[in-house]
């Protein structure tokens, strides 16, 4: 399978869990961080497994912690992530993903060497409008007005981006598995470090029974999404720049899109999203966008 399979993956995975994590925090907990540290428990176990089937856990010292430096990241920018929205609309908040692949060109060109040819940047431009327009509910003139979600958004960006350009750093020097397992391992401490902040504790210890007897099903289902959605990223990441994995991850909008608009059809008591017909005629031109950006990176 091709870096751009991989890479398309992701969305898919990462959209299913979306719409799942919905319901979980909308029906079954007050704070989602105990969502994140569930997670990080189940990254170590997977890490220590992988570890345990390797010939060998030697790897120089720098890139063992440049590898659990982007496993607690893992964990690290879903809190932002959260305050910013609990503080403003989903609408204003999608949309802002897309800083993403932006920070990644930049640090893979700074730090890594890594280029796109004009035709590829051209592709990335055309993803970036386009999943900007897909993901905004409705267009507003002051997105980008410095507001506190704002400067929250621009942080999980940052640290998102950060930990992709982490790992893609020492996977391409080290054996794929070993690497992954390390940042699961990571992923765990993290998950650890969040525990240990008294009132994340406090919220978790509180929620974590009933979540587990109320839910099982639904968290296995979700954590299953997020690490194959992680998995195929990583992988995508042995095979091509940072820049061009993010931006094609950006097509996640196109299956929350589709995903919403299914759902308000025939399960509206599930979810309900503006699916007029000006809405989706903008958002189908966005998709065209996307899609023609897509064909300049790959082709």
């Known amino acids: 399978m091709s870096w751009f399979v991989w890479a398309l993956l992701n969305p898919i995975f990462f959209n299913a869990s979306n719409y799942i994590e919905k319901f979980l925090i909308d029906k079954r907990i007050k704070n989602p961080v105990t969502l994140t540290i569930l997670g990080g428990i189940l990254y170590f176990i997977i890490g220590v497994i992988i570890l345990m089937f390797q010939k060998s856990l030697i790897i120089p010292i720098p890139q063992l912690i440049t590898l659990i430096i982007a496993g607690v990241l893992l964990q690290f920018y879903l809190v932002p992530l959260y305050k910013a929205l609990a503080i403003d609309d989903a609408s204003r908040i999608t949309p ?14 700074f730090f890594l060497g890594q280029k796109l040819s004009p035709q590829q940047l051209l592709g990335f431009l055309a993803i970036l409008i386009g999943g900007f327009i897909v993901g905004s509910e409705k267009f507003e003139k002051g997105i980008f007005k410095p507001r506190k979600s704002l400067w929250y958004m621009i942080l999980v960006c940052f640290m998102y981006a950060t930990l992709v350009i982490l790992f893609q750093y020492v996977v391409i020097q080290q054996n794929f598995w070993l690497s992954f397992g390390y940042k699961s391992v990571g992923a765990g401490i993290g998950s650890l470090l969040l525990f ?15 979540l587990l007897q109320s839910s099982f099903h639904a968290l296995l289902i979700n954590q299953a999404c997020i690490i194959f959605g992680e998995f195929a990223e990583s992988l995508a990441l042995t095979m091509a720049s ?6 094609v991850e950006g097509t996640q909008s196109i299956f929350a899109l589709l995903t919403g ?39």
């Open 96 to 109: 802002l993903f897309q800083f993403v692949p932006i920070f990644s060109l930049i640090m893979g060109y």
């Open 196 to 210: 240990l902040y008294p009132p994340f504790r406090k919220d978790f210890l509180a929620e974590v029974k009933p």
């Open 242 to 247: 940072a820049a061009l994995v993010t931006i």
């Open 261 to 299: 608009v299914i759902l308000s059809l025939w399960f509206s008591h599930l979810i309900k999203e503006d699916i007029s017909k000006s809405t989706l005629l903008v958002k189908s031109a966005a998709i065209v966008i996307i899609i023609g950006g897509v064909f300049f990176i790959y082709f």
